[in-house]
């Protein structure tokens, strides 16, 4: 059987990733994990190589330095390509995208090409943000939404479930952006080239443990992505 691989970039993620890992393999038999780690100078590598011995089911991908998270992703979808996953899950190592949503990401993926772990398309279903951030996030939905049409609540989320044939078709070389912008990015790939799209609500818990990884020049980033996109495609070059 093609296994269901979750892949987690990780940057200074030791504490979290110890913990979340045998979260993730707890929900099936034939999930397997790869962290995709920017050489952390807290040992996150360390402990996932740790891990790895005790289990085949947890693979490593060592970068030499923090990069981006498009990047770390591109690398990790890659590496989960080449092991022959059916199923590729982004998720990040910080609790908040709950490792309990896999099996229903997996029940939907059955009949769609991509499934969404949403945050707004059943209200408003974020704990702990403060109000500038979650304002900041949710009229920014709203903002990609008017200027691209990607007919999503929540296209800057990053807990995703992708069939190998959606990433396949994208072709990962072809993706040029970072962050919240790398989010937006695959996700109006996905729509333009027709696949089936599925948002299924979470209950997004801000982190507890760890450093949020967003910093002004993300949010510049998804600004303007959203004008490159459209502009693309109308000239026929996505």
Request: charged content about 25%.
């Amino acid at each position: 059987m093609a296994p269901k691989i979750v892949v987690i970039p990780t940057y200074n993620e030791r504490e979290n990733i110890t913990r979340i890992v045998p979260m993730i393999l707890a929900q099936g038999g034939d999930v397997q994990v790869v962290v995709v780690d920017d050489n952390s100078p807290d040992g996150t590598g360390a402990a996932v190589e740790e891990m790895r011995r005790s289990t085949p089911h947890v693979h490593l991908v060592t970068r030499p330095r923090r990069g981006g998270i498009g990047p770390a992703y591109r690398a990790g979808f890659a590496r989960a390509l080449e092991m022959g996953a059916a199923l590729i899950v982004q998720m990040d190592a910080d609790f908040s995208h709950p490792p309990a949503v896999l099996p229903e990401f997996f029940d939907h993926a059955a009949e769609n090409d991509l499934v969404l772990g949403s945050r707004y398309v059943n209200g408003i279903t974020v704990v702990n943000w403060p109000m500038d951030r979650l304002l900041l996030s949710y009229f920014g939905n709203a903002y990609v939404r008017a200027i691209t049409g990607l007919p999503v609540r929540d296209a800057t989320g990053g807990f995703k479930c992708w069939r190998r044939e959606t990433l396949e078709a994208i072709g990962l070389e072809r993706v040029r952006s970072n962050g919240y912008a790398f989010q937006i990015e695959m996700t109006y790939r996905a729509w333009r080239k027709g696949m089936r799209i599925r948002e299924i609500p979470i209950i997004f818990m801000d982190r507890t443990v760890g450093d949020s990884k967003m910093t002004k020049r993300i949010g510049i980033e998804a600004l303007w992505i959203v004008w490159w996109l459209r502009i693309q495609d109308l000239r026929g070059k996505l």
